[in-house]
């Protein structure tokens, strides 16, 4: 596809064009939606961020804008290669591309090989991003379907934006900024989560980061609440993912060297502290975020996608975010209002190594300069920066041989989805998808007790609930694959998060808990999955076809049989497009079977696709 095929009218509302005006560059543009760009630009909701005559300077100006503000992350995740080691990258998306937008190096690249002839072909001064340099292309043109078309730009930046817009007004291209009237809400329909940690596994081109990226855009948006970081095969601590102290400056002085995700981090708390919610410290000296179910509703989720998460061992660069996230805790109180603390992933004492001066450089890099964040600043440097509650973080995952499994210590404190049986690629509903899916938030739970399952009349005390992982525990019991308190934990918040109104939904969320939580954890050959069955005389039995039987009685309202292949159950993370509820088959007895083929077919299994 061309680069600008495909444009339709509706592209060009983002530009203002006047008639007979002569284009920067000498190409004649064509009149199109006149009144468009003057209604926004006189709306009182927007801002001027800076404008410019030249559309390769626009352009420029605009990528130091995004970078100067940390903004450029979205965009430039988006960059491919033209070819291996050309150095030349385009920008693509859904089938929009800017060819050799950029020339990339790790060091600065003389005059002499940005020209062609005598004449530049690139800008001289780089775009730094990280440690990379880009050399930006000035070859723009404006509605000629060249390789680089500003309109190709508005239609990509657009996409991505939400609180940014490009148009043309006087002769000029000009950034504003739309400003919100009122912080978004959390939609009526929201589906809460019961782990704020998720685990995407399926092959390769399911769709399981734009799945995150939808779900930012659903809640939220991806300029704002979207972060996607790619994970690198040579992480092997927290560092890598969180930052460091160095001690390589001039001065000699310890400085905090950041990161994407630990400015993202910090961009979650600064969404708490915007909604008016108030940061306290409890009697142990935890930050403790206090405030009611109102403005809780004001306080978007923020999803953090690692990308090909496993590509590096998950248990070492992510072992201090899988220890802190056992420490959250929620108290919710009867007139509605709640506690929220977390141990910190940023301690204290590593922010005291710092100088008044590079404490401020780390304030700076981490978006709170603004003096309405002096309090809060200061509660986190005596007591470190904690896991905000409103962060999701979803790793997408690829088996094969060149990514690491995941220990039990990962899987237990995952919600671990077959992204293929939970969000499956329907070939023949490519066009005109029949199914939509649910918007999914961050959990507001980290016990169960008996008041939040009280609000449950299908299983009131969690006395169901207790039985059916007693009985799945009991084939468990004398393996590595037995389940413990957190199990029994996540489970009854796993019915407290969904609400099921009758045995048909309690049985849906029990379907649903034995995919993400505990076949996630079967794995191995024939003498490791050998179990003996005490009703039978020493026989050997696997520990799959064992399950089997205890699930068919378990879920025997939604577990399809030979003499009843109509048994169906409620999807609760999916709808049909006209909102009514989709019905599906027993996920855990489809998986069963097929782990239990794997392992006669190869002698091994696993969960893993």
């Given amino acids: 596809m061309k680069p600008n095929q495909g444009r339709n009218n509706s592209r060009n509302k983002v530009l203002q064009w006047m008639d007979g005006e002569i284009h920067p560059l000498g190409e004649l543009i064509d009149v199109s939606d006149e009144t468009y760009a003057h209604s926004l630009i006189s709306a009182n909701n927007t801002t001027s961020v800076f404008s410019e005559k030249t559309i390769g300077k626009f352009v420029f100006e605009l990528l130091v804008f995004l970078t100067n503000n940390q903004l450029e992350s979205s965009l430039f995740q988006y960059l491919i290669e033209k070819n291996p080691n050309s150095r030349s990258y385009n920008i693509e998306l859904n089938g929009q591309r800017l060819t050799s937008i950029f020339k990339r190096s790790d060091e600065p690249i003389p005059e002499n090989e940005l020209k062609r002839g005598d004449k530049l072909r690139f800008f001289a001064e780089p775009i730094k991003v990280g440690t990379d340099l880009y050399y930006l292309s000035n070859q723009w043109t404006d509605g000629t379907d060249s390789r680089l078309d500003i309109q190709t730009l508005v239609t990509i930046f657009n996409e991505l934006y939400d609180d940014y817009k490009i148009l043309k007004e006087n002769e000029c291209y000009v950034l504003i900024q739309v400003s919100q009237e009122e912080q978004k809400s959390l939609p009526n329909d929201v589906t809460p989560l019961s782990k704020p940690f998720l685990l995407l596994a399926g092959i390769s081109g399911t769709g399981k980061t734009r799945f995150v990226r939808e779900q930012a855009k659903a809640t939220g948006s991806l300029n704002d609440t979207y972060c996607l970081t790619s994970v690198r095969p040579d992480w092997h601590e927290p560092s890598d993912i969180l930052g460091y102290i160095s001690r390589l400056g001039r001065d000699g002085n310890a400085e905090y060297i950041t990161t994407d995700v630990l400015q993202f981090i910090a961009k979650a ?213 037995k389940l413990a308190f957190r199990a029994l934990n996540e489970l009854l918040l796993a019915v407290i998060s969904a609400r099921p109104t009758d045995e048909l939904q309690l049985q849906a969320v029990w379907d649903d ?26 026989n050997e039995e696997s520990l799959l076809t064992e399950l089997a039987v205890i699930l068919q009685q378990a879920l025997s309202d939604i577990w399809s049989t030979t003499n009843d292949t109509n048994k169906q159950r409620p999807d609760l993370y999916r709808k049909n497009a006209d909102g009514s509820i989709l019905s599906i088959n027993c996920r855990s007895k489809a998986k069963l079977a097929w782990m239990q083929q794997r392992l006669e077919r190869s002698g091994f299994t696993s969960f893993w696709p």
């Fill in 513 to 538: 808990f034995m995919m993400c939580k505990v076949l996630p954890r079967i794995e191995g050959d024939y003498d490791k999955l050998a179990l003996i069955n005490e009703a039978t005389v020493s």
């Fill in 269 to 481: 708390w600064r969404a708490i502290i915007d909604a008016d919610l108030k940061l306290t410290v409890n009697d142990d000296c935890r930050l403790t975020v206090t405030g009611n179910k109102d403005e809780l509703n004001k306080v978007r989720p923020y999803w953090l996608c690692l990308d090909e998460m496993n590509l590096a061992p998950v248990e070492q660069y992510f072992a201090d975010y899988l220890s802190i996230l056992e420490t959250r805790e929620w108290q919710w109180h009867d007139n509605d209002s709640f506690d929220y603390r977390c141990d910190p992933l940023l301690k204290s004492a590593t922010i005291d190594q710092l100088k008044d001066k590079n404490k401020n450089e780390l304030r700076n890099a981490l978006g709170f300069e603004d003096g309405k964040y002096d309090r809060e600043w200061e509660l986190f440097c005596k007591h470190g920066l904690s896991l905000p509650f409103n962060l999701i973080v979803a790793g997408t995952v690829n088996m094969d041989e060149t990514t690491h499994g995941f220990s039990r210590k990962v899987i237990d404190r995952a919600l671990s989805f077959d992204f293929g049986d939970f969000f499956p690629n329907e070939f023949d509903d490519f066009f005109e998808p029949k199914v939509t899916h649910n918007a999914l938030s961050y959990p507001i739970d980290s016990q169960a007790t008996i008041e939040n399952l009280s609000a449950i009349d299908i299983d009131s005390n969690g006395s169901k609930s207790v039985n059916f992982l007693k009985s799945i525990n009991k084939v468990l019991d004398n393996t590595p694959f």
